[in-house]
């Protein structure tokens, strides 16, 4: 057996070694590269920079655990920023398994900027029915939601006074790990209720939105943990995002570099056989 | 639902009852789901209660978040595996695909901008117009091919779906 064969097979054990210590070493030992700011998520950084005080800016966190590591990020950044800007933060997700997730999210950043539930914020929760969901907020948020997370009737709540459906939304992010995710967001709620929206979600799935992004569908989009990491420069508050961008920065060369290994060992192999 | 969990419960029974290999996470899988059907009937489907966690928001923040979070990573793995095994240039196409996605790896991190300053850019060009493009084509065909089908469905020139063979 040649050597570039040898390589060819080579344990998988050690790939998983060489993927494990780029992503701890760079966790552990921190170099904290500049982060350029793409046209992506500055749209929608700008157009929550824009919105004035009391907008309603709705945030649907539509993902689980299992999109937590890049979508979590994103939730934060964007929850910061809308509460500094003193928007009425209506909060809300179309995935069961996400719900407690979310509740813990939008609790823990509205204390740490000191908001009052239901005057500044609401967590509306999980209700059934998927895009069905959006169209009935769309015709009447309080039959889609008679009350919130916490059993309230979200009539009462001084953060919704004067808004009956989607059309009373000033802006609105779905931060989604698939379906229903974005895509629904849009074609079920923003373009029938005419609210301009942005999208966040995770890295593999941002080149499926570019045409939304592009055709002016939505506003930004904020791409993976890439997408956090720019949002928390932008907002000046640097989190786990931006802490994980040497991590990612230490895989995607290392997987690089093993391509490029394999295909020169490949080529190496064909030339000697020929 | 109903369907679904009945037929994961029937397809687990009959493992543990005829003892076939890997029985033993079948056994795991109903004594986790009875165990967090119980639970969350007991909790009323509530995390938290007054601020304190019930023994539901116990499994889901301890068992669910993790394990989710868990199956999740272990993709990179997997996927670094998989791109030094398969990702060769053995055709023109593929040599594109694989230059393409190694100006985009190095274009969407930190380390590939302070390298090579131009990958950032290069890799949004790709993104942008390249990646939306063709996007955007399947869609349209896509689409176009899901109208075409509900029209033959509609006038009864599809009707494969309803079995059979031909007349």
């Known amino acids: ?274 | 639902m109903i369907l679904g969990v009945t037929s994961l419960f029937h397809q687990h029974a009959v493992k543990i009852k005829r003892q076939e290999a890997g029985w033993g996470y079948s056994l795991v899988l109903y004594g986790g789901m009875l165990g967090t059907i119980a639970v969350g009937l007991w909790a009323n489907g509530k995390e938290s209660v007054n601020g304190a966690m019930t023994a539901f928001g116990w499994v889901y923040n301890f068992m669910m978040v993790p394990l989710q979070g868990t199956m999740f990573a272990i993709l990179a793995f997997f996927i670094a595996s998989a791109a030094y095994r398969s990702f060769r240039a053995r055709s023109r196409e593929a040599a594109v695909l694989l230059v393409a996605a190694v100006i985009v790896m190095m274009g969407r991190v930190p380390l590939g901008e302070y390298l090579i300053p131009l990958s950032g850019d290069v890799s949004s060009w790709i993104l942008n117009v390249l990646n939306a493009s063709v996007r955007r084509a399947i869609l349209i065909g896509v689409s176009l091919g899901a109208v075409a089908l509900s029209f033959k469905i509609i006038f009864g020139v599809e009707r494969s779906y309803l079995g059979g063979g031909k007349e």
């Open chain 1, 1 to 274: 057996m040649t050597f570039s064969e040898r390589m060819l097979q080579i344990d998988r054990r050690i790939i998983f070694l060489v993927i494990g210590l780029c992503t701890l070493l760079p966790l552990l030992y921190p170099v904290g590269l500049p982060i350029k700011i793409t046209s992506e998520v500055r749209g929608v950084y700008d157009y929550i920079e824009l919105l004035p005080e009391h907008s309603v800016f709705l945030l649907s966190i539509d993902f689980d655990p299992a999109s937590k590591p890049e979508l979590y990020p994103q939730a934060i950044a964007i929850l910061r920023h809308a509460f500094r800007k003193k928007l009425r933060v209506i909060t809300m997700t179309l995935w069961v398994s996400g719900t407690g997730m979310a509740d813990q999210l939008v609790t823990q950043v509205a204390k740490e900027m000191e908001k009052e539930y239901g005057k500044d914020y609401v967590f509306l929760g999980w209700s059934p029915g998927g895009q069905a969901v959006i169209i009935n907020m769309g015709q009447d948020l309080y039959s889609a939601f008679p009350s919130d997370y916490g059993g309230k009737p979200t009539k009462d709540l001084p953060v919704l006074d004067s808004v009956r459906n989607l059309k009373d939304v000033t802006y609105m992010v779905s931060l989604g790990a698939g379906k229903p995710g974005v895509e629904e967001w849009y074609v079920f709620g923003k373009d029938k209720y005419k609210f301009e929206m942005g999208g966040g979600c995770t890295g593999v799935m941002a080149p499926g939105l570019y045409p939304l992004l592009r055709s002016g569908q939505i506003n930004g989009l904020i791409g993976g943990l890439r997408g956090a990491a720019e949002y928390e420069s932008l907002i000046g508050q640097k989190g786990k995002a931006v802490a994980g961008m040497d991590a990612q920065s230490a895989t995607h060369f290392a997987i690089i570099v093993l391509v490029i290994m394999c295909n020169a060992f490949y080529f190496s192999l064909r030339q000697q056989r020929r």
